[in-house]
């Protein structure tokens, strides 16, 4: 009986003799994939995923180091997400869901002072994670003006405790950072007073120089400048006298008669046209606190209403709260320089009397005294 017949060995191929794997085609695509999707839940309730990040971005507050806020931006339209893109100080993950995803709202922490937190839901398949990422506030510009020094975001899983720990120890720490450096880079490192510098102390100017300010040289800081003082006091003393005779012009009220005197003030003075607007607050306040309408400062919520109530006033009392202003500023006579000088709207007659019997009440004075009107 002849023997079987043996098969044929099959051909091993080697690695370089097999066909090459063809690699797949890969289109990109933007998709744009509501908020209802990218949520810790699969639910098709927009509302139940918005209060699912609140609550996150709440659990995730109560858990960072000091005292932080939460709040929600609608970044539903583009012009919200154009805006809030121009603050996300990160070009990463937080960056890319929040151009390519159509979200209804994000989620914002923030401690009161500088930093800001954005709170973001990361799409499939990372459902139930989150973006966090830092923001850079307004007042120093637009991330892109300062992407160099990017802190960037990170992601985070569903559990608060853990979030937490990841910002408190990943986060926080690079976002402070860089807003240190960014200070440090736009208005000068912190010398504190007294330390020592590449030329001396930071309080040590030389006393021979002549531009030396007397409030660096004597060491008193947050002082202002004494000459500078006497100078803005007799601006704002001539701009509420020349503002007193434009009463004459025609009906109108105190921040008409103000407004463009303090480019007029700035010119006739040669000061720097950027102190026109500082003079004519500076003169507003005055006016109110002579009329008896005390503000605490320009940023008083109060401000708007007693303009509105001084500017009620019959016109002759309210040009008398003007001249009643102008009168603390006046200068010495001897440390007063021609160039300065506007004619007083006291009669030159008028002898300061040297008895110490209270004065009188300053009435309306004639239309004779006061004056020559400027051309403002």
């Known amino acids: 009986m002849p023997p079987p017949r043996r098969r044929p060995p099959a051909r091993i191929l080697a690695r370089h003799d097999r066909p090459k794997r063809k690699p797949p085609t890969i289109t990109a695509s933007l998709h744009v994939q509501p908020l209802y999707l990218t949520g810790p839940a699969s639910t098709t309730n927009p509302e139940e995923q918005t209060r699912t990040l609140l609550q996150f971005t709440r659990d995730l507050a109560a858990r960072l180091p000091g005292t932080w806020s939460v709040g929600t931006i609608d970044i539903s339209t583009g012009t919200a997400r154009s805006a809030l893109h121009d603050q996300l100080w990160d070009d990463a993950v937080a960056d890319w869901i929040l151009a390519t995803f159509a979200h209804q709202h994000a989620g914002t922490v ?7 937190l954005l709170v973001l839901p990361r799409p499939r398949p990372h459902t139930g994670q989150y973006a966090v990422a830092p923001l850079l506030p307004e007042a120093l510009g637009t991330a892109s003006d300062s992407e160099d020094l990017t802190p960037q975001g990170i992601t985070v899983g569903a559990d608060p405790v853990r979030a937490a720990s990841a910002v408190r120890t990943r986060l926080l720490p690079r976002y402070s950072g860089a807003l240190r450096a960014l200070l440090a880079r736009e208005i000068g490192p912190i010398t504190p007073s007294g330390a020592e510098t590449a030329g001396g102390t930071a309080d040590e100017v030389d006393p021979e120089s002549e531009d030396a ?3 660096v040289a004597d060491g008193r800081r947050w002082h202002s400048d004494p000459r500078d003082a006497q100078v803005l006091r007799e601006a704002v003393r001539s701009l509420l006298l020349a503002a007193e005779v434009r ?17 007029y003030i700035c010119d006739r003075e040669g000061l720097d046209a950027d102190l026109a607007p500082v003079i004519e ?22 401000l708007p209403d007693r303009v509105e109530e001084f500017e009620s006033w019959p016109q002759q009392r309210q040009r008398q709260a003007f001249h009643l202003a102008a009168r603390p500023l006046a200068p010495q006579a001897a440390t007063r320089h021609a160039a300065a000088r506007i004619r007083s709207a006291t009669h030159p007659a008028v002898v300061r009397s040297t008895t110490t019997t209270a004065p009188s009440p300053v009435s309306a004075l004639p239309a004779a005294h006061l004056p020559t009107r400027p051309t403002l």
């Open 247 to 263: 009463f004459d012009e025609e009906p109108t009220g105190a921040t008409d008669v103000l407004a463009g005197g303090g480019e």
């Open 110 to 116: 923030t401690d009161g002072g500088l930093r800001t």
């Open 281 to 302: 607050a500076v003169a507003l306040t005055a006016v109110l606190d002579a009329a008896g309408l005390r503000v605490h400062s320009l940023l008083d919520p109060a």
């Open 213 to 215: 300010p007397a409030y």
